[in-house]
């Protein structure tokens, strides 16, 4: 070939260095090129001094010699592209056998590294589907970390990178430790390396070594990244924890004196630790916080996911609070300030928590909870679809209740906007089937005691609007969407086997009750902005602050109108029991408040204010 090509040069068309390289390039050698890709040589034509080439989208391509010696880089048969072109096939079986070596070579043929993405263009779709070789490139890559020839990136878009010499994966993980320098990153190796601690640290003194590099690293992240800090020290002492020798000293750094130099951002930190370190960082805020650590850990509860609620709870009964605990609770669920999540704990663990609470208020609380977060940013359903899916949760919390509690019970789920018209059925399908005496107050087959003709509801401007708004409605939207139901329904045909038709009427029986029920619960209201309160004794529209008898934390409460209450402000109705308790009392009076069923607190008012804070009535929904 290269005498056939002295002409061109001694023409001047081309160079010895483009001869060379046009040596290679003889038909059936395969080629790459930075634009049309792989491809292979179809045939040479001297006569026009020109090369064509198959590309994969560009068949029969011809390019100058010259062009083609500067563009095309010559593959070799055992590449890995030019064995995929040979026999697919092959590399395949080579795949299924060998993944490790398959992608050792994958390597080697792109100069010792490649991501994911350059890998797949390699095997797919010659080799595999894209499926086939997602599923193949998961299970490839558990075994390249155990092999130790190969680098595996934490970032995805990042290259893996074959090494000469093997290195033990938990000696990698501890080294990608020592080079991070984001807190974040030296916890995600630290944790991975966890797993194999044994596989890693043969002598106590290497075991040390590495428990000091953790807590210096964590002091260093400390101000900035305190919650990965903590995490920190949760791994130094998992490190620690593997010899007597290595317990810290009494100057060492400890997940208590991180906690006590930010007492403010507990919520925060748990914020942002994973659930499966929980347990280490609340064990210890009863060092960090000796003289209130329970209320501490306590107000967690009013935002905190299921898996801290239950973590909190093991922690008092650890140290015999379990009742601290339970008096706790009952408080948020008789103030309804208990977080959906928090409900959504007890309601899974009830039989092992805490049982005496299962009852018709905590059923109440669940409801307040749900329509709170529906009129929040609060997108979680998970409290309400596990209402559902539990069979025995109903019956477990109104299987007891009092005739005028179920009654109660089932005034609230026919008017709470929480449910869709299917599931509300069948959460009320649910209680009649414990309280079967109350299915008239569903079908309407029978007039239900209702609020007192003439007896009087204050109430807000704003909790008035909204029910006007909710009656409206109902009128406008509802009422007329179930008799077009209705007409639907009846053109079905023989009303005995018609379940739409019946589901449709069972709904008007529940719009006319609710709709009657609105009606005389806003005729029976009168509205007010509680001006000009009333301050020398508690009054609608006044601030109630109180200290317990005993001593304590203060309380503050605001008795606000019949439909105004809101928990988790401190807002409660006038009709509401701390309401009733509170009503002409006056600064400076001694009273009994109720805690739970059985129980009362001795709380002193220390002061009376007027309401100011009209605006926000405005912005909450009933």
């Given at each position: 070939?290269?005498?056939?090509?002295?002409?061109?040069?001694?023409?001047?068309?081309?160079?010895?260095?483009?001869?060379?390289?046009?040596?290679?390039?003889?038909?059936?050698?395969?080629?790459?090129?930075?634009?049309?890709?792989?491809?292979?040589?179809?045939?040479?034509?001297?006569?026009?001094?020109q090369?064509?080439?198959?590309?994969?989208?560009?068949?029969?391509?011809?390019?100058?010699?010259?062009?083609?010696?500067d563009?095309?880089?010559?593959?070799?048969?055992?590449?890995?592209?030019?064995r995929?072109?040979?026999?697919?096939?092959?590399?395949?079986?080579?795949?299924?056998?060998?993944?490790?070596?398959?992608?050792?070579s994958?390597?080697?043929?792109?100069?010792?590294?490649?991501?994911?993405?350059?890998?797949?263009?390699?095997?797919?779709?010659?080799?595999?589907?894209?499926?086939?070789?997602?599923?193949?490139?998961?299970s490839?890559?558990?075994?390249?970390?155990?092999?130790?020839?190969?680098l595996?990136?934490?970032?995805?878009?990042?290259?893996?990178?074959?090494?000469?010499?093997?290195?033990?994966?938990?000696?990698r993980?501890?080294?990608?430790?020592?080079?991070?320098r984001?807190?974040k990153e030296?916890v995600?190796?630290?944790?991975?390396?966890?797993k194999?601690?044994?596989?890693?640290?043969?002598?106590?003194?290497?075991?040390?070594?590495?428990?000091?590099?953790?807590e210096?690293?964590?002091?260093?992240?400390g101000?900035?990244?305190?919650?990965k800090?903590?995490?920190?020290?949760v791994?130094?002492?998992?490190?620690?924890?593997?010899?007597?020798?290595?317990?810290?000293?009494?100057?060492?750094?400890?997940?208590?004196?991180?906690?006590?130099?930010?007492p403010?951002?507990l919520?925060?930190?748990?914020g942002?630790?994973?659930?499966?370190?929980?347990?280490k960082?609340?064990e210890?805020?009863?060092?960090?916080?000796?003289?209130?650590?329970?209320?501490r850990?306590l107000?967690?509860?009013?935002?905190?996911?299921?898996?801290?609620?239950g973590?909190?709870?093991?922690?008092?009964?650890?140290?015999?609070?379990?009742?601290?605990?339970?008096?706790?609770?009952?408080?948020?669920?008789?103030?309804?300030?208990?977080?959906?999540?928090?409900?959504?704990?007890?309601?899974?663990e009830?039989?092992?928590?805490?049982?005496?609470?299962?009852?018709?208020?905590l059923?109440?609380?669940?409801?307040?909870?749900m329509?709170?977060?529906?009129?929040?940013?609060?997108?979680?359903?998970?409290?309400?679809?596990?209402?559902?899916?539990?069979?025995?949760?109903?019956?477990?919390l109104?299987?007891?209740?009092?005739?005028?509690?179920?009654?109660?019970?089932?005034?609230?789920?026919?008017?709470?906007?929480?449910?869709?018209?299917l599931?509300?059925?069948?959460?009320?399908?649910?209680?009649?089937k414990?309280?079967?005496?109350?299915?008239?107050?569903?079908?309407?087959?029978?007039?239900?005691?209702?609020?007192?003709?003439g007896e009087?509801?204050?109430?807000?401007?704003?909790?008035?609007?909204?029910?006007?708004?909710?009656?409206?409605?109902?009128?406008?939207?509802?009422?007329?969407?179930?008799i077009?139901?209705?007409?639907?329904?009846?053109?079905?045909?023989?009303?005995?086997?018609n379940?739409?038709?019946?589901?449709?009427?069972?709904q008007?029986?529940?719009?006319?009750?609710?709709?009657?029920?609105?009606?005389l619960?806003?005729?029976?209201?009168?509205g007010t902005?509680?001006?000009?309160?009333?301050?020398?004794?508690?009054?609608?529209?006044?601030?109630?602050?109180l200290?317990?008898?005993?001593?304590?934390?203060s309380?503050?409460?605001?008795?606000?109108?019949?439909?105004?209450?809101?928990?988790?402000?401190?807002?409660?109705?006038?009709?509401?029991?701390?309401?009733?308790?509170l009503?002409?009392?006056?600064?400076?009076?001694?009273?009994?408040?109720?805690a739970d069923?059985?129980?009362?607190?001795?709380?002193?008012?220390?002061?009376?204010?007027?309401?100011?804070?009209?605006d926000?009535?405005?912005?909450?929904?009933?």
């Open positions: 070939m290269s005498e056939d090509l002295n002409p061109y040069i001694e023409a001047g068309k081309i160079t010895a260095a483009h001869a060379e390289a046009l040596q290679k390039l003889t038909p059936g050698a395969f080629v790459t090129h930075r634009s049309w890709g792989f491809g292979k040589i179809a045939a040479w034509e001297l006569i026009t001094g090369i064509t080439i198959d590309f994969g989208s560009k068949k029969g391509h011809p390019m100058q010699l010259q062009y083609a010696a563009t095309l880089t010559f593959i070799p048969g055992e590449h890995i592209l030019a995929t072109a040979n026999d697919a096939a092959a590399v395949k079986e080579h795949a299924l056998s060998d993944p490790v070596g398959l992608i050792r994958i390597l080697a043929d792109h100069a010792g590294k490649a991501t994911a993405d350059e890998i797949a263009a390699t095997l797919v779709p010659a080799v595999f589907d894209a499926a086939g070789f997602k599923k193949w490139f998961d490839a890559k558990k075994k390249l970390k155990t092999d130790g020839h190969f595996i990136p934490a970032k995805k878009g990042d290259p893996i990178v074959l090494q000469e010499t093997a290195q033990n994966p938990h000696e993980l501890i080294s990608q430790f020592r080079e991070a984001h807190p030296q995600s190796a630290l944790d991975t390396a966890m194999s601690l044994n596989d890693f640290a043969k002598e106590v003194d290497e075991l040390r070594s590495l428990a000091a590099e953790v210096e690293a964590a002091k260093r992240g101000k900035v990244h305190l919650a800090a903590i995490e920190l020290l791994i130094r002492d998992e490190i620690c924890s593997r010899h007597d020798a290595l317990k810290p000293g009494p100057e060492a750094a400890s997940i208590a004196s991180f906690l006590a130099g930010s403010s951002k919520g925060e930190i748990f942002e630790i994973p659930a499966a370190k929980y347990s960082v609340l210890a805020l009863p060092e960090a916080f000796p003289s209130d650590w329970e209320d850990a107000k967690l509860l009013r935002t905190s996911e299921p898996r801290l609620s973590e909190t709870f093991k922690l008092f009964s650890s140290h015999d609070k379990r009742e601290a605990f339970a008096d706790h609770t009952r408080k948020l669920i008789r103030e309804r300030s208990a977080s959906s999540d928090f409900l959504l704990w007890l309601c899974k009830r039989a092992k928590t805490l049982p005496e609470l299962v009852d018709e208020e059923f109440a609380a669940i409801l307040a909870a329509e709170t977060d529906l009129h929040s940013d609060i997108k979680s359903k998970r409290l309400e679809e596990y209402l559902f899916e539990d069979k025995e949760l109903v019956a477990d109104l299987g007891k209740a009092e005739r005028d509690s179920a009654r109660q019970a089932i005034r609230k789920v026919m008017l709470s906007p929480v449910f869709a018209d599931n509300r059925r069948s959460l009320l399908a649910r209680i009649l414990v309280h079967p005496e109350l299915e008239s107050l569903v079908t309407g087959d029978h007039d239900a005691p209702t609020e007192k003709k009087s509801l204050v109430v807000s401007w704003a909790s008035l609007q909204r029910r006007k708004e909710e009656l409206e409605h109902i009128e406008k939207v509802l009422i007329p969407q179930n077009r139901d209705i007409a639907t329904a009846r053109s079905y045909g023989d009303l005995r086997e379940f739409e038709f019946k589901s449709a009427k069972e008007q029986a529940v719009l006319n009750r609710q709709k009657g029920e609105l009606e619960m806003l005729g029976n209201a009168r902005n509680f001006e000009n309160t009333d301050t020398t004794q508690v009054s609608i529209g006044t601030v109630v602050t200290e317990p008898a005993s001593g304590g934390a309380e503050t409460y605001s008795i606000l109108g019949a439909w105004d209450s809101v928990p988790e402000k401190g807002w409660v109705s006038y009709l509401a029991g701390i309401g009733k308790a009503l002409g009392k006056k600064s400076g009076d001694t009273i009994e408040l109720p069923g059985k129980e009362m607190r001795a709380m002193k008012i220390t002061s009376i204010a007027p309401f100011s804070d009209i926000a009535l405005g912005k909450v929904s009933a």
